[in-house]
Nanobody, 122 residues
Framework: QVQLVEAGGRLVQAGGSLRLSCAAS????????MGWFRQAPGKEREFVAA????????YYADSVKGRFTISRDNAKNTVYLQMNSLKPEDTAVYYC???????????????WGQGTQVTVST
């Protein structure tokens, strides 16, 4: 099994930056594709970004493209989401996710973290 714990969410003003982290435990973590999702109040959970270590491919939702960057540090078993030029509509609970297969991570990942709250003020 893989366990994921997010951290770094806080209140930030529009236009500011924030970096989220996702600490993972599990022997096969380095081979997993990783992703970030978010869920705003009253809305469905939506895909934000994904990363494949083996191919170094990344994919971003149009709403965050050019502003957010996903990365990982295998030595620390940690995945990051760097968020720049934040907008009020970015306000949501952000969830880390993982899956052994790149093709599944953005659709129905096998493992989820508990989430961290990001609030962007006007």
């Amino acid at each position: 099994q893989v366990q994921l714990v997010e951290a770094g969410g806080r209140l930030v003003q529009a236009g500011g930056s924030l970096r989220l982290s996702c600490a993972a435990s599990g022997r096969t973590f380095s081979t997993y594709a990783m992703g970030w999702f978010r869920q705003a109040p009253g809305k469905e959970r939506e895909f934000v970004a994904a990363f494949s270590w083996s191919t170094r491919n990344t994919y971003y939702a149009d709403s965050v493209k050019g502003r957010f960057t996903i990365s990982r540090d295998n030595a620390k078993n940690t995945v990051y989401l760097q968020m720049n030029s934040l907008k009020p509509e970015d306000t949501a609970v952000y969830y880390c996710a993982a899956d052994p297969n790149w093709q599944r991570v953005s659709i129905n990942p096998a493992y989820w973290g508990q989430g961290t709250q990001v609030t962007v003020s006007t």
